[in-house]
């Protein structure tokens, strides 16, 4: 009998330790950092499809969850006191979109207040050109990439299956002095003339990396695109690469590659 109890006590201690590592899993996600898996091109060269990150929750000082106080400075979130952070131009973001509330990442361009407009596929903030520098070509493989086996856009397009697609290429130098990799495929795509947008107060302005080939703020909720977006739907900042899978997807190891482990997300 003794034998018995001491085998049932066994049981009820492993199931114990389980469900509280469990809840601390759960906790860690939650609260400090959230696992994010990219699943399109819209940040090339910046961040690649089958990239694995995490994305700091703590990065502007918001724990995403319900608030339990009877005013929050911002609605679902609580504000940590020993944490000051504003998002800042040239992060790179995971936010919820506003209408569908899918999960998006991109990079952040316009500050409430900012004007922001598109002339030739160049970038003027608040009037002000954010110049371009030539960084040669970004070349990679035309296939169907990750678990949506979708075929990359090229400047050289038609490009074959198994030919080399490429990119125009130029790193771009924001208003605050943050240097990042733009990729151009069309000399006068979509969004490359734009009218002005003006960010509303509590809202931000973000756009993809792959200037062509992002449906970003660029692009109005109604047509598809992000729009505007609330101060609230900002999930955190990327910062760093944990690993990058070629593959369809992240389980496959031998098509993780090399150059990307604990890459920082600049």
Not at 34 to 40: A, C, D, G, H, V
Not at 167 to 192: C, F, M, Q, S, W
Request: with cysteine; aromatic share 12%; charged share 20%.
């Amino acid at each position: 009998m003794a034998s018995k109890d001491k085998s049932d006590g066994g049981i009820v201690e492993t199931v114990k330790t389980v469900v509280y590592a469990l809840l601390i899993a759960g906790l860690f996600r939650t609260l400090l950092f959230q696992p994010f898996w990219i699943p399109s091109e819209s940040m090339k060269d910046t961040l690649l499809i089958g990239d694995f990150l995490f994305v700091n929750k703590f990065a502007y000082g918001y724990s995403k969850y319900s608030c339990p106080f009877a005013a929050c400075p911002i609605s679902g979130r609580i504000k940590i006191p020993f944490i000051s952070g504003d998002p800042q131009r040239g992060d790179v973001v995971v936010f919820h979109h506003p209408v569908s509330g899918e999960d998006y990442i991109k990079r952040l361009i316009g500050l409430p207040g900012d004007k922001i407009q598109m002339k030739n596929g160049l970038l003027y903030i608040n009037d002000v050109l954010a110049p371009q520098v030539p960084a040669g070509v970004f070349k990679e493989t035309y296939e169907a990439q990750g678990s949506m086996a979708n075929s990359p856009r090229c400047s050289n397009a038609p490009v074959g299956n198994g030919g080399i697609c490429e990119k125009i290429r130029a790193i771009e130098t924001l208003p605050n002095g943050v240097k990042h990799d733009v990729l151009n495929i069309d000399t006068n795509g979509y969004a490359d003339n734009t009218d002005v947008f003006t960010v509303p107060e509590g809202n931000y302005f973000f756009m993809g990396d792959n200037r062509d080939n992002s449906m970003d703020s660029r692009y109005s909720q109604a047509a598809g695109g992000v729009g505007f977006v609330p101060a609230e739907y900002l999930e955190g900042r990327a910062d760093r690469i944990m690993f990058s899978s070629a593959g369809s997807s992240l389980f496959q190891f031998w098509t993780w590659r090399a150059d990307r482990y604990f890459k920082a997300v600049e």
